[in-house]
């Protein structure tokens, strides 16, 4: 069983929408939650830090639970900007440095 | 400041060749880490090193070795290359607290292996 499931996709929407991604992961020992970002042929941006009480940064919004090893990731009001990858990432508690287990992506195309 | 810096950016060799890839963390941060990605799936962990140290290993065989220097910068060496081993390579820089605040990547090294 993988660390890190996320489905695949592909999500296309139009803009303006709302969209959802979801992952779930397998370690509950697991510490740190991200979502990064990662756009074509380029390397993973952070996008947000995922928290038990949840976070809200403009657009975007991360949810994580713990009992059910679930994240999320919500995108309000898609821009075409938003096109990407959007990659699940667990800390293991491991190492006080942490390695990370990534998901293999949920990619979002936006339309006009 | 420079983030994480990477070279060379492209790179293709032949199969049972040996390739040296190159990283630099962001100043100050004593972390290096190594992952592969392969076309359509997430970053796969190979190897972390702090203060020199291995700190982790992944899932890859003996023909990948790192080491770390005493300026932080790191190196990442694959021998007897593989088709397999076509990918995309990143190395990603941490501070102490990296586990918190999260990891930043270099814009990666693209090796085809033919």
């Known amino acids: 069983r993988k660390e890190v499931e996320q489905d695949p996709g592909p999500f296309n929407v139009p803009e303006g929408a709302t969209v959802a991604f979801n992952c779930t992961y397998s370690n509950s020992a697991s510490q740190s939650f991200f979502w990064y970002r990662q756009d074509c042929r380029k390397e993973p941006k952070l996008l947000m830090s995922v928290y038990s009480s949840g976070n809200e940064d403009g657009r975007f919004t991360a949810q994580l639970n713990r009992a059910s090893q679930y994240i999320s990731l919500l995108i309000r009001d898609s821009k075409l900007s938003d096109s990407a990858t959007y990659l699940c990432v667990v800390v293991d508690r491991g190492s006080t440095l942490g390695r990370l287990y990534f998901g293999r992506g949920t990619q979002l195309t936006v339309w006009p | 400041d420079a983030g994480v810096t990477q070279s060379p950016t492209h790179l293709i060799k032949t199969r049972g060749q040996h390739v040296t890839l190159r990283c630099s963390p962001i100043s100050g941060h004593k972390s290096v880490s190594w992952y592969q990605q392969v076309l359509g799936q997430g970053p796969q962990f190979i190897f972390q090193?702090?203060?020199?140290?291995?700190?982790g290993r992944g899932n890859f065989p003996d023909r990948f070795s790192a080491r770390q220097f005493p300026n932080y910068s790191s190196e990442l060496n694959v021998n007897a290359l593989l088709l397999g081993d076509s990918a995309l390579y990143l190395c990603?820089?941490?501070?102490?607290?990296?586990?918190?605040?999260?990891?930043?990547f270099g814009s990666g090294t693209r090796l085809t292996v033919v």
């Open positions: 990603a820089s941490s501070s102490d607290e990296g586990i918190w605040d999260g990891y930043t």
């Open positions: 090193y702090y203060e020199k140290e291995e700190r």
